[in-house]
């Protein structure tokens, strides 16, 4: 399996614009989305449109917590006061498939092949697995041999070698890394829509559980036209401004 990774898009059709078009001519049998197709962001039809109708590999898709508010699952309980204003103002204008669409993404979870997906963590939609201490909890809550998580929107890798040590590794650059034999992984691509690493360029990864590797990209894009639609849509402007500083 050779797998286009994304999470975390955040309605920011800027950013998965160039992660596509950086793409376009690398091979992949399957996408996944590890969750927040949306919130925060202005473009959430173009994100769901360009996801909801895309050809080419088998997609494997789960919601993330923006999701669930945006699509009415939820309310906005323990939202920072911006990203439920955006939540709600997601959630008036989605379009009819899209909002069907975003209802009906199942909660991870989800296993393909030896891969597990999900947003926080197998255990917990709204957890944030930020070190060691929280990546053991998760090798421990599961026998997946590779799992692969979004949410705090930093793109990193733990791996649990065959003694039971957990080691981690950022990824602050473009890598190429080999995965091991017997190791087992849990790794985050970092966010498309709203990287938080002080790195404004949309980040994602390609798995690929044959060749045994995993490749971290980042690419710039048209942060000024993303800030443009939010402020155009009257969202709060710190959600414009965070996407140039990368927070
Ligand atoms: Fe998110």
């Given at each position: 399996m050779r797998a286009l990774v994304v999470s975390d898009l955040h309605?920011?059709?800027?950013?998965?614009?160039?992660?596509?078009?950086?793409?376009?001519?690398?091979?992949?049998?399957?996408?996944?989305?590890?969750?927040?197709?949306?919130g925060y962001g202005a473009q959430p039809n173009q994100i769901l449109?360009?996801?909801?109708?895309?050809?080419?590999?088998?997609?494997?898709?789960?919601?993330?917590?923006?999701?669930?508010?945006?699509?009415?699952?939820?309310?906005?309980?323990?939202?920072?006061?911006?990203?439920?204003?955006?939540?709600?103002?997601?959630?008036?204008?989605?379009?009819?498939?899209?909002?069907?669409?975003?209802?009906?993404?199942?909660?991870?979870?989800?296993?393909?092949?030896?891969?597990?997906?999900?947003?926080?963590?197998?255990?917990?939609?709204?957890?944030?697995?930020?070190?060691?201490?929280?990546?053991?909890?998760v090798f421990a809550s599961t026998d997946a041999r590779f799992i692969l998580y979004g949410h705090t929107h930093m793109p990193v890798i733990f791996a649990l070698d065959e003694n039971g040590y957990v080691e981690g590794a950022a990824i602050r650059a473009e890598a190429t890394l080999r995965l091991s034999e017997g190791f087992r992984y849990l790794i985050n691509p970092g966010s498309v829509g709203q990287p938080r690493d002080r790195n404004p360029a949309a980040s994602f990864a390609i798995f690929d559980s044959k060749a045994l590797t995993i490749q971290f990209f980042r690419v710039p894009y048209d942060i000024p036209k993303a800030q443009a639609s939010i402020l155009a849509a009257g969202l709060p402007r710190i959600l414009a401004d965070r996407l140039a500083l990368g927070t």
């Open positions: 309605s920011n059709a800027e950013a998965m614009r160039a992660v596509m078009a950086r793409v376009r001519r690398k091979k992949f049998d399957h996408i996944f989305c590890l969750g927040d197709f949306v449109d360009t996801m909801r109708t895309f050809k080419g590999a088998k997609k494997v898709y789960i919601r993330g917590n923006h999701d669930r508010v945006a699509a009415g699952l939820d309310e906005a309980e323990g939202f920072n006061a911006a990203a439920k204003h955006a939540a709600l103002w997601t959630r008036e204008h989605l379009s009819a498939p899209n909002r069907r669409f975003l209802r009906d993404l199942p909660l991870g979870p989800v296993m393909r092949d030896e891969v597990q997906l999900c947003h926080g963590s197998p255990q917990d939609e709204d957890e944030y697995v930020f070190n060691g201490h929280h990546a053991a909890g």
